[in-house]
């Protein structure tokens, strides 16, 4: 197996790159009791985030929806399943809105919990949510980090109806590797074809994905992996270590050096992504990565009401 820069590292005591302080302080506290108060739940916390610290530190959180508890049980995910998730709270998508606001947010990455019990999947909910958010404030910026739901192009529809800005869904791994990391309702190739639906129903659209390193994939594979994502029309990836929740999750096979992370970087760049960040402690939900889509966002609208203003009918036309 090849290896891109610098030495691979047999996984044993965490390397000082991944080593984190604990998330703490006056703004962490003020982040909790605003989430406590509202009965909410963070991506940061349920999946045990390694940026939680640096992130609620600096006033950035993403919010899971549909409760804590996923109908999926992949085997690298620290966030607790069941055959049946919790009742939905119809109150949830306003709860949001308002810790938003009260959190004083600009980009928003908004995940939810697989529902395979629900009907829809919890599309509905997840664009209420989306809705709620841009009524509070219609600036705001909101990034849709959703599940597969099985597939179907009207659960698809349902959440760009909520008018994300971003639709973000996550290979994970490597083709090979799927079945042994994910559950086994969930397909590579399904994952692929919901990117691409994205942009058929709602043309224009920015999507994005995440892969995690370290679970044994090969240097080709990784980069057939960015191939497919770019052939399904994907904008922006986001490659970052995996780290072990807990001893019953799937063992590391490899702590990837940042040397590494920077060269697949490279690549990913003239693979013709439109952004990519890459590190070993880059998740899915990473604020370099927001930084950048929200400018990225911005100027897309602002390009478009340019256009509209151009071609609109003079006031002396019929």
Known sequence: MSILHGQRITPGPKPDWLKVPIPSGPTVAHLEQVLRDRNLHTVCEEARCPNQGECWASGTATFMVLGDTCTRGCRFCAVKTHAQGNPVDPDEPEKVAEACAAMRLRYIVLTMVDRDDLPDGGAAHVAATIAAIKRRDPEMLVEALVGDFQGHDDQIAGVLAGKPDVFAHNVETVLRLTPRVRDHRCSYVRSLQVLAKAKVITPGIVTKSSVMLGLGESEREVEQCMDDLREHGVDVVTLGQYLRPTM??????????????????????????????SGPLVRSSYKAAEFYLAGMVRQRRELATARATATAPGKDQP
Do not use: C, D, N, S
């Open 248 to 277: 019953k999750h799937l063992p590391v096979r490899e702590h990837v050096t940042p040397a590494r992370f920077a060269a697949l970087e490279q690549r990913a760049l003239q693979k013709g992504f439109l952004y990519v960040a």
